[in-house]
């Protein structure tokens, strides 16, 4: 319970310190490093707790369930919390380096983890929307850190976008509250098997724009290209391997854990409108020449495998959809992390990433695939273990097109000025995480089958 | 070097293609460590993998990740010490071959030494993954390696990094393989969720016939048939030529090409029980005999006919594989063996050649007999042993190739017969145009170290040629697991009129008469390879893959990316959605009205009044009549708020509103005094074709009504559900005093739900730190 | 009422719509603000009981739900800030761009592609 508390309260107070202060001091930058890596281990910490003696529960003021708000760790929030933290982390690093351009930086970062955590660990509908709130409103005024105006017309674009989807999410809460009549997420979902089919069916609607937004999904993809392409490489890493995480998480714990009769029923369009991310972000990425439009276009594609997996359901999907949000999350992070680099390592660092992307053993992508096949022989559709063949197909030929224009073509206008070790160390040590949890996914795929589990009831 | 012989035409050479320098002995000098260490492991490998199959084989199984049914299971059974022994001893001559040959390389092309690092540890790698290839018995397993030495042919093709043949080849072998491997994965999956297992000796167990099973045998069909270059997926091997000749000689002659006839072996039983699989296989089988024979006859460049001989020759053992049962499991073993060692020779012939005469076209070349007699007679020994003349390793292949033919049909004799004909005519003119003839060049000498391994392997082709039981042996124990029931591999000479001795006097009589008429084959050839360009797979892929860069392109360009659409993109959808939803529930009675009461009847106007404040908004004339509109709007609303008994917001709101009233002045003051005219801005901008504003006109209307409806369809659909027990309002409202206050609604956000109100106030922190880093004039960046 | 309370919501989030849709970008913050405005109202409407306010209830007396008005309080202060920052924003946007089109910013965009054409072509012709 206090580790909870603890996992909460520590970036939180840590970043309202630290955005005050001059953040392109490295001494302050680092900190900020600091803290994350601390914050990182609690939440290891938390992991196993969770994963060994089941979910944690706590309740604000010590009131009971219902009039507190409930927080709550189990093993789909711990495990999304994990890997986007470590994804904040590596990126506060490799701007901690050279140091930061803005003095906000690293303190929006810590608060950035703080709505995250709370975001990941909360169990009340409304408490979710504040601290969905708190981590995009950090994430608005980062992505217009570089202050050139691609990084400024994408942080309008990613604000006015996203704010429309908040506003939606928020008329969804009303609605929930409306029918059911409670803000616990448990005491939601038992209110809504009770509530009309129709108002039922709307208000999940409601969440799905709102998520779908957040992720980037067919057809709500437009303001995508604009904002990770326009933004600078740390920002486009953390928009894309921890922001976007809300969306997954939530489609998984509202669809699966809240409105599971509503996700059966619109199952067949979830799965069409994945399939549809995944071949429209494909053929999109194909012809790219700017490599962070490229992985944009790809990041599209991707999402596209978590909502088919989400819309086949059933224990062996959701768990496909939970490893496959972790994996996609960290290659996006590697990618495009090492799309502003140069030098000796980050010709692996992206290789390895491109082949997570595209699938090929022995990077994690590999067994990410083999759980999106198996969701898709479970659910008895030739169909989609073609599209799945096709999406795979499409990546391979995107991300080594792009990395054979990268690494082999030697431009000599090009200076070839080599980046600095460190932020290349950095890259290649979370390439080898990548391999590792290829080689090894063994703990990554309990924790997604204990997360699925934790559905199992429901949506069986 | 000595003096052109007399009556040679002085041929001007081309300039691209003068004779090299002498190479120098400086090169090697330096060593090729990292040659050498590659060397080393293959050798040792070797050895462990002929010790472990003499001592009768030997297996491990450990968990992998149990979860998902994997376990890292290796065995090494025949089949797999035929495989990991064939990688290891090629291995260890070709890795040697590649010291020499790769410092001459590099010399030439001006490159640094440094450069091998970026070649040995690939094919150090290489190398363990066949071993592991070889011996896993665990699909996924199997499907992870595969893909590794897919992944290390990559760069190893790539090596050459400036050639743009060497990126497209590179790209289209990675495509070829790695999309088909897939397929593997997909069969993998199907026998999982079937028979609940990933291991291959447990599949061959249980596995009946069925559907499943005719599907999954299809798919590991083609990702082996892939891998191994055959028709249709041929195209990639050719093209992978342009690699340098050490990775010809290893992966695409013995090694990778192999893989994939691996998997087909290691299958073998499952893909039994389908006759439409092992029909299929045979097909494809012949297909690619005839067309990789054909095509072999009338290549130019060196590399490019033995590229299309193994395709042709791992026809054979498709078709071997296709025809099943004991003799033609041990057959194709041994003809696996015996290809290896000939075509990895000549491969090393051909490299050895172009270094010494820096031409690699047979036009161009002639005559090197005289010059090196040792090399001749090596390679001629090598082509002999593919061709399957007596006293070499390859009379025994093809006799059991012959044998297995036969017994099966008279079709499959008449392809066998046709099939090592045209193997002998191809090669025998290989060799011919090669070695004897006129010299057209003047050839440096070759270093010893090119020369070497080619002869190793040429008296290693006559030792088996004389005593056949040094492979048949390791061939009867893989044709056992392939036939999952004991083979006996037993070749000899015998001289009798036994249909394997007629095949073959057939097949070399009609190999010399292609020969002797090259002017009919050559033309024939000619015209297939032209049909081929025409309508063959190289040319689907390569249309394939413009069609997507096509519709990529066009689909971009559709795209408009900015603001408006990228928030329309949000809006239309959502709406759609609504209606989706609309329709697909039952709405009879669930929307209800309801009566207003009290005072409602206050509430009516003030929220008439917010309608029209609302609708001025939205079409205010200038930014200033936005602001005051906008500002009716939410003092309207919190008069709405206090009229339904919410005075706390009603409160908040008044101060709310002001403050976004006030912002929102202070930010008109501010801003440039750019246009509600339609003046641009100074920026000169080509407005391009992006943005019709023309047709735009009725959209944003259009988008904006979708909102709404969805909006008042959503939001009435929720309001006139039956009201819920509100149990959590008389909750709050009874504990109350508990918390020390009166104001239910204040001690809700200060106390029972104080966590967002504090995260409430975090927001305000981040906007206001926001707002103060980007307003400070970039004084702050 | 709740006709009333649903037709006011919804007006209000169409007409924010359509501001959301403008060529000006001022005018896409006032679309916001009206949004914004829609939810709150919208979260006040949801209330499960209507009566009184619930300040010192008597034990039996009809009284407003204090859940959605909570919720407000937080929705109007975090939407205050959000549409702060926004405006923050434009206003950076336009003074860096001196303009506050964004069909020109797009334009800006379209040339930035058209210089990657070259590269493009390379890669069509490496690939195929």
Not at chain 3, 18 to 44: E, P
């Amino acid at each position: 319970m206090t580790l909870l508390a603890t996992v909460l309260l520590v970036p939180w107070v840590a970043g309202a310190l630290l955005v005050g202060l001059d953040g392109r001091r490295r001494p302050l930058a680092w900190s900020a490093v600091a803290v994350l890596a601390v914050g990182l281990v609690l939440l290891v910490a938390l992991t196993v707790r969770v994963a060994s003696a089941g979910p944690v529960q706590l309740v604000t003021g010590g009131w009971p369930a219902g009039v507190g708000i409930v927080l709550r760790a189990d093993a789909l929030g711990a495990t999304f919390a994990v890997v986007s933290q470590l994804v904040l982390l590596v990126a506060a690093a490799h701007e901690a380096i050279p140091g930061p351009r803005a003095r906000s930086f690293p303190g929006l970062v810590v608060l950035l983890a703080a709505g995250l955590t709370g975001l990941f660990l909360t169990g009340d509908v409304f408490n979710f929307y504040v601290f969905f709130e708190v981590a995009m409103t950090a994430s608005y005024a980062l992505a217009a850190y570089g202050g050139r105006p691609r990084q400024l017309r994408a942080a309008l674009v990613f604000a006015a976008v996203n704010l429309l989807g908040s506003f939606i999410f928020l008329l969804s809460v009303a609605g929930t509250y409306r029918i059911t009549g409670s803000l616990a997420m448990a005491d939601v979902a038992d209110g809504v098997l009770r509530a009309g089919a129709n108002a039922g069916l709307l208000v999940a609607v409601g969440f799905f724009v709102a998520f779908s937004t957040k992720l980037g999904l067919f057809p709500f993809h437009f303001w995508l290209p604009t904002v990770y392409a326009g933004s600078r490489p740390a920002v486009a890493a953390i928009l894309s391997g921890a922001v976007a995480n809300i969306g997954g998480y939530g489609l998984i714990r509202f669809g699966a854990g809240i409105f599971p009769a509503q996700l059966r029923m619109a199952a067949t369009a979830l799965v069409v409108l994945g399939a549809a991310s995944i071949v429209y972000g494909g053929v999109l990425a194909v012809s790219r020449g700017d490599t962070a439009e490229l992985l944009a276009y790809s990041a599209i594609g991707q999402v596209g495998y978590v909502l088919v997996a989400v819309g086949v359901g059933g224990p062996v999907g959701l768990a496909a959809a939970v490893f496959y949000s972790v994996v996609n999350a960290l290659n996006k992070a590697l990618l495009f992390l090492t799309a502003g680099l140069r030098g000796p390592l980050v010709a692996g660092a992206f290789v390895v990433g491109a082949l997570s992307v595209a699938g090929v053993p022995p990077a994690a992508g590999f067994v990410g695939k083999l759980t999106l096949f198996r969701t898709g022989v479970a659910a008895g559709s030739p169909a989609l273990v073609v599209l799945l063949l096709v999406g795979s197909a499409l990546s391979l030929l995107y991300m080594f097109m792009n990395y054979q224009r990268q690494f082999w073509r030697s431009d000599p206008a090009a200076g070839t000025t080599v980046s600095p070790l460190p932020r290349r160390a950095l890259v290649a040590v979370l390439a080898l995480l990548v391999l590792a949890l290829g080689l090894w996914a063994e703990p990554l795929w309990q924790l997604s089958q204990q997360a699925a589990d934790l559905f199992a009831r429901e949506s069986g | 070097m000595g003096d052109v012989p007399a009556g040679h035409e002085n041929l001007a050479t081309a300039p691209e293609s003068s004779a090299p320098p002498a190479p120098t002995r400086r090169a090697s000098r330096s060593g090729d460590r990292q040659g050498w260490a590659s060397c080393a492991l293959a050798a040792a490998g070797f050895v462990v993998c002929l010790v472990g199959w003499l001592q009768g084989g030997a297996s491990s199984d450990w968990p992998w990740m149990p979860s998902l049914d994997l376990r890292l299971s290796f065995a090494l059974d025949g089949l797999g010490a035929l495989y990991a022994l064939l990688a290891t001893g090629i291995g260890v001559l070709v890795f040697a071959y590649g010291t020499a040959y790769l410092s001459l390389h590099l010399a030439h092309q001006e490159r640094a030494t440094a450069e091998r690092w970026r070649f040995w540890p690939w094919m150090a790698l290489f190398a363990a993954a066949m071993v592991g290839l070889a011996t896993a018995q665990d699909l996924v397993l199997l499907f992870l390696f595969f893909d590794v030495t897919a992944v290390c042919s990559y760069f190893l093709i790539g090596f050459d990094r400036d050639e743009q043949q060497a990126h497209r080849a590179a790209l289209m072998a990675l495509l070829v393989t790695v999309v088909s491997a897939v397929a593997l994965l997909i069969a993998a999956v199907l026998l999982y969720a079937e028979y609940g297992t990933f291991s291959i000796p447990e599949l061959v167990d249980r596995v009946d016939s069925g559907t499943t099973t005719t599907v999954a045998a299809a798919l590991l069909a083609v990702a082996g048939l892939g891998k191994s270059a055959q028709v249709p997926l041929h195209f990639w091997l050719p093209r992978a030529m342009a690699a340098p000749t050490p990775v010809s000689a290893y992966l695409h002659s013995a090694a990778m090409v192999a893989a994939g006839v691996l998997l087909l072996g290691r299958v073998h039983p499952l893909l039994a029980r389908s006759d439409a699989v092992l029909t299929g296989l045979l097909v494809v089988g012949t297909a690619s005999i005839v067309v990789g024979g054909v095509l072999a006859l009338s290549q130019d460049v060196l590399k490019q006919v033995l590229a299309y001989s193994t395709i042709s020759q791992y026809g054979y053992v498709v078709v071997l594989y296709g025809i099943g049962g004991a003799t033609a499991s041990g057959a194709a073993a041994f003809y696996v063996l015996a290809h290896g060692i000939a075509k990895s020779a000549l491969f090393m012939t051909a490299g050895a050649v172009t270094m010494a005469t820096g031409q690699d076209r047979l036009s161009r070349l002639g005559g090197l007999g005289r010059r090196s007699p040792l090399l001749a007679a090596a390679a001629g020994v090598a082509a002999a042993n593919l061709a399957g003349l007596p006293l070499t390793a390859g009379f025994f292949k093809d006799e059991l190739f012959f044998e297995a033919a036969h017994g099966a049909g008279s079709v499959t004799t008449v392809i066998a017969v046709l099939a090592a004909g045209l193997t002998l005519a191809y090669i025998g003119r290989f060799w011919m145009l090669l070695f004897l003839g006129r010299p057209r060049t003047d050839p440096s000498p070759v270093p010893r170290l090119l020369t070497a391994p080619i002869t190793v392997l040429a008296v290693a082709s006559v030792l088996v040629g004389v005593v056949p039981q040094l492979f048949a042996g390791l061939a009867a124990d893989a044709g056992s697991v392939t036939n999952a029931a004991p083979v006996d591999v037993s070749p000899g000479y015998h001289l009798d009129a036994r249909p394997a001795n007629l095949m073959a006097l057939s097949a070399w009589a009609l190999g010399v008469l292609v020969l002797v008429f090259p002017g009919t084959a050559r033309a024939g050839s000619l015209a297939l390879a032209r049909a081929g360009d025409r309508i063959g797979p190289q040319r689907i892929y390569t249309r394939l893959l413009r069609a997507s860069f096509r519709l990529s392109g066009a689909l971009h360009a559709r795209e408009v990316l900015d603001l408006r659409s990228s928030v329309a993109a949000v809006l239309v959808p959502a709406g759609l959605l609504m209606a989706l939803a609309f329709a697909a529930t039952p709405t009879v009675g669930a929307y209800a009205v309801g009566s207003p009461a009290g005072s409602d009847w206050l509430i009516l106007p003030l929220l008439g009044l917010v309608l029209v404040a609302a609708c001025v908004t939205a079409r205010a004339g200038t930014r200033l009549g936005m602001v005051l509109a906008l500002s009716v709007v939410g003092f309207a609303l919190a008069a709405v708020y206090a009229l339904n008994s919410a005075p706390d917001v009603a409160l908040v709101a008044v101060v709310v509103e002001t403050m976004i009233t006030l912002v929102f002045l202070a930010a008109l003051a501010r801003l440039p005094r750019a246009a509600s005219a339609a003046r641009p801005g100074h920026l000169h901008v080509d407005v391009g074709a992006e943005a019709p504003l023309r047709g735009a006109r009725w959209r944003n209307p259009l988008a904006a009504g979708v909102a709404g409806l969805a909006a008042l369809a959503g939001i009435w659909g929720f309001l006139s559900e039956p009201d819920v027990t509100p149990g959590l309002a008389e909750e709050l409202i009874r504990r109350t005093p508990e918390a020390h206050g009166q104001d239910v609604v204040t001690v809700t956000i200060t106390d029972f739900r104080g966590l967002d109100t504090l995260a409430e106030i975090t927001v305000l922190l981040i906007a206001v730190v926001g707002v103060a880093t980007l307003v400070r004039k970039g004084r702050l960046w | 009422m709740n006709l009333a309370f649903a037709t006011g919501a919804a007006v209000l989030f169409g007409c924010g719509a359509y501001l959301l849709l403008h060529r000006d970008l001022f005018r896409v913050v006032g679309g916001i603000a009206l949004i914004s405005q829609a939810a709150t109202l919208t979260l006040i409407a949801s209330g499960l009981t209507r009566g009184r306010a619930p300040i010192s209830p008597e034990p039996n007396e009809p009284v407003s739900d204090p859940v959605p008005q909570a919720l407000a309080l937080t929705a109007l202060v975090i939407g205050l800030a959000t549409l702060a920052l926004l405006l923050a924003l434009v206003h950076r946007l336009t003074v860096v761009l001196r303009t506050a089109r964004h069909d020109e910013l797009a334009a800006q965009e379209a040339q930035h592609e058209s210089r990657l054409e070259p590269d493009r072509q390379r890669d069509r012709d490496e690939a195929t």
